[in-house]
């Protein structure tokens, strides 16, 4: 071969990545024989999210024979798709969505489809006309979740007049669309009821903050905050105390997902109720890889159990043995 052209060619193949140092196998052989999975996870917005993808990484680990390539879509659905998309070229033998909002999903699952890709949805519904774009689902009732609320709101503030702040999740995700749903059922149930604020704080601390901060300076009265999630409502609580109330006195505050610091809060009383929502999804998906490893037809839908936490239930022994 051309002198010249030896050095070329080998930075060309480095940089394509195609191929290694001669001799070199392609693949290390230990992980040759690992399942490969592409999964590709909303972003790092919150405590449950963080706690999603650790459960993930731990439960698709290579001891445990697999080889997981995680994707941080930063809460850009379109770059889920590239994501996918990516995972497609790279030949992985199944692909994880954990879907960022419901729609917009039809064309790129059906090219993991055409390659033959079984791909597993975690945690938020996708809104398809084909079920058979994905293998299976696993996730939360969010509907119910939102219903949980509403009914301890019914028992515990019952039909006094309330002045509610609803900071909503990420727009267009089943977890804002059900917890949504649910609050606005209670608004249409009970006319004391009002909706004083309504907006997205995107599931993150920073925007719950500078929600909050936003209605004390308008100046609005409240008396209740409906937080779509912990972290949202670590934000308002800090914008509270900046302002000098006090939450679970001033005000109730309503949260979802139930990590471990909010369990905190809630023996504190600075949280009222948080209803539980789990992320630890890492061993559910590896028992439906392994079921379909064998040949096994996986549940389509399975909904993970769920409770809610408030100062009757909760006990220093549930945030103790706390997985996230
Ligand atoms: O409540 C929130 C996270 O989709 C259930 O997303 C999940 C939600 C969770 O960012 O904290």
Partial sequence: MNKLLLPVLLILCLVLGGCSAPNAPAVPEAEADLIVVGFSQVGAESDWRNANTLSMQTALSAENGYRLILDDAQQKMEKQVTAIRNFINQ???YIVLAPTTERGWE???????AAGIPVII???MIE????ELFTCWIGSDFRREGDTAVRWMEQHLGDTPLEIVHLQGNIGSSA???RTEGLDAGLDAHRSWNLVFRDSGDFTQAKGQELMEAV???GTPFNVIFSEN????YGAIDALKAAGLQPGKDVTLISFDSSRTALGLILEGEISLDVECNPLHGPRVRAVIEQLERGETPLKYTYVEETFFDADTLTEETISGRGY
């Fill in 128 to 131: 398809v006309s084909d079920a």
């Fill in 176 to 178: 804002q669309i059900g």
């Fill in 122 to 124: 975690v945690d938020r």
């Fill in 91 to 93: 030949g992985v033998d």
């Fill in 216 to 218: 004390l300076a308008e």
């Fill in 230 to 233: 912990d972290n949202m409502a």
């Fill in 107 to 113: 064309t790129v699952l059906s090219e993991a489809k």
